[in-house]
Structures are given as structure tokens and as C-alpha cells.
């Protein structure tokens, strides 16, 4: 694989699974590194969660494992301890996703690879982190947004408590386990010095929470309840227009003063007229502004707020971001080639005038670059551990 981009000659030993891990080190490879994920002999257990084209090329593990190399190694065996070592002296980056008690216990703690290399960013990824009770804890997406209070905003919404609709503690710790990491590189770059950096989805997903929801209950004493209102209204909600459902926000002072003065709703009152007011008054704001989206069709609502500035978007499925205008004219989607037949990747989504990043291959095979990887790090292939075929290069 040719590597390009920012992180270009960074190499990452990933020990990572499922989607927390690997969706950081996926984009670390979009973005140049070349990235060789361990695996153990039976996978990722993200081969096999949703629909592919072969037994272990899901389609989830295939979108977030692209452009990396797969290493099938049993840390259990002592041959396999010793390949790993080898590999970790020509890293720049090892992460891992294990509870702490484990990797400990495999012998690869920060303490035992620092050892190895010295100047290694060392980023564990934790459900929750190391200094607190629940440390040793298992978390799942699921469980990190029911700690995290989301929930309990969709019940503030709808009157039930419900998950929201994607995986967003896994996405959003992946992030920040992306920044954590390449921050670590960035001092390491200037000080030659290694660390060990901590990722846990909890205190992720806490922080990403209090964002906006921390609200009153962030001074002392508190001036209200850890909720920002106009989020957790159950009236925020896509208007019924005459024809399918619409997203629109009036919000700003000179935007609410340009909807009134072209529609002249007739319940537009004085009370309204400022931001502040609006806030205050916020349940009544949207049940006004629902009624008037029901009396036209999406079409007309989109030409006149695209006129007057204001942000709205008609309700698309999921299906329709593949046939997004303005994604395919930016050039978002990259099609690569695999083995399987070409693959259409919804590409990074940032732009670098010097270094772009790019989808840099399809997601391995298991134990696709086992030979090659460990070839080139003049380290002995361990015998398979396994069922035949685990632990030696399949085809790529």
C-alpha cells in the first residue's frame, strides 16, 4: 500500500476490536499511517456482526478496518508474545482496546512496551477509566449511553427513554482516542518523548454530554438543572409540512425577523422578538412555527428559507446520503478496488491543502499480511495455533 497524508511513516500497532479502537486507527490510516492490526486467531468479532460478501467481511468491520494490514498472532503462545515484541521496537503507536487487568496479564502494559520503546505513544481504550471504581467494568455502546444520560434526553423528548440511532459512544471515543493520539505524537515530535495516553468511553461521553447540557447545574450553587432547554424540548422535533418533514432553525434575531416579515404569521407577538425572549418561551416557539410549516410543501419551505439565509434541510434516509449531490460533487465518496469487487468508502471527511488523506485500501483478510508484516521485521512466523490456515498470509 502506498501511504499518504499527514501521518504518512507513522506506524501503529493496533490491538484494538469492535468499534471504538479500530474507527480511531481507521482514520489514522485514511490519513497516512500505515496501520498493522493485530488479530487474534479466531478475528475481530466485527467480521461477523452485519451483512458482507464472504464469511468475516462484514460490512462494518470492512469500513472501519480499510487500508490496514492484518496480523494474526496468539498472544497466548509464547511465539506469538515474541513476534509482537519484535514488532513494537518499529512502532510509533500502540493502542489496544483490553481492560487494563488483561493486557497487563498478556504481558504488553504500557510499563512492559515502554520497555521495548521507550518512545512509543502508548493509547489504552477503555470503557471506563482507570481511576475510578467501575474501571474494570465491560461497556458497549449501549451502556455508555444509558451512564451518559442520552437516554434520558430522548425521554425528555419523546417520554421514553431510548438509545439514539447510531453508535455514538464507539464514534465519538474513537475520535477522541484520534486526537489524544496524534497530540502525544505532536509533543513526542518535539521532545522525543513517549507516554502513555487513556481513552474511556465514559468520561467521553460525560464530557460530550455537559457540553451544552451542563447548563445551570455548572455553577455552584446551581441556577437550574443539567439540561439545555431548547435541546430537550419534546417540541423540537422535524415539521409536518404539507407534503413530508422538514428541518428548519429561526434562531438567530435577524434570521426569526426575516421568516416573520416574509411569512407574517399571524401568532407573531412582541414577546418574541429576541433571542432571550425565544428561550424562555421556547415550547411555544416550535408549536408556533409547526403550525405554519404544515400549510406549505417542503419544496416551497426549502426556496424561501434557502432566500432568506435561514439553515433548513428536507428529511433524507440513510440511503440517500450515497446519492447526496453535493457529496458526490465534492468528491466524498472513493471507490477501491478488492477482491470482493469494488467498494464505494465514504472518504475522510477533512481536507489538507498539502498532505490529503486518502482511503488507502480495502480491510484485510484475516491474516492476510502475517508473512509480509513479520518478514520484514526479520521476525520468524509462529506455527498456526489454531484452525488450519490462522497465523499464516491468506490472499489480500
Keep these: 500500500m502506498q501511504h499518504t497524508g499527514p501521518l504518512a511513516g507513522v506506524r501503529v500497532i493496533d490491538l484494538t476490536a469492535m468499534v471504538m479502537g479500530p474507527y480511531c486507527t481507521q482514520i ?15 478475528g475481530d468479532n466485527t ?33 506469538g508474545k ?3 515484541r519484535e514488532l513494537i521496537t518499529g512502532a510509533d503507536v500502540f493502542i489496544h482496546s483490553m ?13 512492559q512496551v515502554a520497555a521495548i520503546n521507550p518512545a512509543i505513544v502508548y493509547t489504552n481504550c477503555y470503557g471506563y477509566g482507570r481511576r475510578g471504581p467501575d474501571a474494570d467494568r465491560t461497556a458497549y455502546d449501549d451502556t455508555i449511553q444509558a451512564e ?59 464530557a460530550f454530554m455537559l457540553v451544552e447540557h451542563a447548563n445551570g447545574a455548572l455553577f455552584d450553587p446551581p441556577l437550574g438543572s443539567a439540561a439545555y432547554p431548547r435541546a430537550v424540548t419534546p417540541e423540537r422535533t422535524p415539521y409536518r409540512t404539507a407534503d413530508g418533514y422538514l428541518s428548519a432553525l429561526v434562531y438567530n434575531d435577524k434570521q426569526w425577523t426575516a421568516f416573520v416579515t416574509a411569512v407574517r404569521p399571524p401568532w407573531n407577538r412582541p414577546e418574541f422578538a429576541t433571542l432571550a425572549q425565544r428561550a424562555r418561551r421556547i415550547d411555544t416557539v416550535y408549536a408556533h412555527l409547526r403550525e405554519t410549516f404544515a400549510t ?18 428536507p428529511v433524507r434516509s440513510l440511503d440517500d446520503l450515497f446519492d ?8 466524498f465518496f472513493e471507490t477501491v478496488d478488492s477482491p470482493d469487487g469494488p ?4 472518504g475522510p471527511p477533512t481536507w489538507f491543502s498539502r498532505t490529503p488523506g486518502r482511503v488507502s485500501g480495502p480491510a484485510p483478510r484475516l491474516g492476510a499480511h502475517t508473512r509480509e508484516v513479520l518478514e520484514a521485521a526479520a521476525v520468524r512466523e509462529p506455527e498456526p495455533s489454531g484452525p488450519a490456515g490462522h497465523g499464516r498470509g491468506t490472499r489480500g
Design 28 to 42: 489514522m490510516a485514511d490519513m497516512g499511517a500505515d496501520v498493522i492490526k493485530v488479530e487474534p486467531p479466531a
Design 47 to 79: 467480521r461477523h456482526i452485519s451483512v458482507g460478501p464472504e464469511p468475516g467481511m462484514a460490512g462494518v468491520f470492512v469500513n472501519v478496518n480499510r487500508g490496514k494490514r492484518s496480523v494474526v498472532l496468539d498472544l497466548r503462545e509464547p511465539a
Design 82 to 84: 515474541t513476534a509482537l
Design 99 to 111: 481492560r487494563g487487568k488483561a493486557v497487563d496479564a498478556l504481558g504488553f502494559g504500557y510499563e
Design 148 to 206: 451518559c444520560g442520552l437516554p434520558h434526553v430522548q425521554e425528555l423528548l419523546t417520554g421514553t427513554p431510548g438509545y439514539v440511532g447510531t453508535i455514538m459512544a464507539d464514534k465519538i471515543a474513537g475520535l477522541t482516542a484520534v486526537y489524544a493520539t496524534t497530540m502525544a505524537l505532536f509533543h513526542r515530535e518535539r521532545t522525543g518523548e513517549g507516554q502513555e495516553v487513556e481513552v474511556a468511553m465514559f468520561e467521553t461521553m460525560a
Design 296 to 313: 406549505r410543501t417542503t419544496a416551497a419551505w426549502l426556496e424561501l428559507l434557502d432566500s432568506l439565509d435561514i439553515p433548513a434541510a
Design 324 to 331: 447526496n449531490p453535493h457529496l458526490n460533487e465534492a468528491g
Design 343 to 346: 467498494l464505494r468508502f465514504p
